[in-house]
């Protein structure tokens, strides 16, 4: 195994965060739809891909380091929010805590003198700046007196 086990299990567990992220957005697009929202369902539709896609890249990380890789069960997620700010909210404050895991992850890999996966953890780092700004840019709209379809111009993600 090219990496620490200390951090390929701290890895393993960001798996089904990530899967379940994925989830969650997905349920936010189907929440959108029933707004009639299209840009925003668009808009969670492409974040629940991004957050498979983080998953996809750390079973492959994980599997090229030689280190063991378990799939576990991943949650239902939500279809119904009381309001778009409350689903914008929720994302930006899960975003923090999924960004949380990474610092303690690079911590981890550094106490264990791991350099190859704290290169890794920093893609994942750098990610994460861009995930809160998306959603704590968004959450300023709507908590502002632009309406959502104002805050549809900003432009999250091509
Ligand atoms: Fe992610
Ligand atoms: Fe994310």
Redesign the pocket.
């Known amino acids: 195994m090219m990496i620490s086990e200390a951090l390929a299990g701290l890895l393993n567990q960001q798996i089904v965060q990530e899967f379940r992220?994925s989830q969650v957005y997905l349920g936010m697009s189907v929440y959108c739809t029933g707004l009639n929202l299209d840009g925003w369902t668009g808009f969670f539709e492409r974040q629940s891909q991004e957050?498979r896609e983080h998953a996809l890249k750390i079973v492959r990380f994980l599997s090229e380091a030689g280190a063991p890789v378990s799939i576990e069960a991943v949650p239902g997620a939500a279809t119904r929010y009381g309001s778009l700010l409350e689903a914008v909210s929720k994302s930006l404050e899960y975003?923090r805590k999924?960004s949380d895991s990474f610092r303690i992850m690079a911590k981890v890999a550094q106490e264990h003198h791991d350099h190859t996966g704290y290169g890794f953890l920093q893609w994942f780092l750098g990610e994460q700046i861009e995930?809160e700004n998306i959603f704590a840019r968004l959450e300023a709209v709507l908590e502002s007196s632009l309406n959502p379809f104002q805050a549809e111009t900003l432009p999250p993600k091509e």
């Open positions: 992220a957050e975003e999924v995930e």
